[in-house]
């Protein structure tokens, strides 16, 4: 763990900073005294309500799914927007 002192660290931050994304810690010191250490921040842990296939085999999508609706979004498009028609 390499130590830096407080201006080289003010200088320098945006590299300093770089090096820790990468793994590594660095500690931070006044006058030779350690004073803090940048070290990487673990990744955020998932969220527990978040399941992906939960309802498998609960529900079941149509084979048209994504052509459901596509006369209607067609005379949409097509500019005859005459409900009448």
Do not use: Y
Not at 45 to 50: D, I, T, V
Request: aromatic letters at 4%; hydrophobic letters at 40%; a negative charge.
């Amino acid at each position: 763990m390499e130590t830096v002192n407080v201006h080289e660290a003010k200088t320098h931050l945006s590299r300093l900073l770089e090096r820790v994304a990468h793994g590594e810690s660095i500690v931070i010191a006044r006058a030779g005294r350690p004073m803090a250490r940048l070290t990487p921040m673990e990744p955020p842990a998932l969220a527990a309500g978040r399941r992906v296939g939960f309802l498998l085999g609960e529900i079941q999508v149509p084979d048209d799914f994504d052509r459901m609706g596509e006369s209607e979004i067609a005379t949409l498009f097509s500019g005859n927007n005459d409900p009448a028609a």
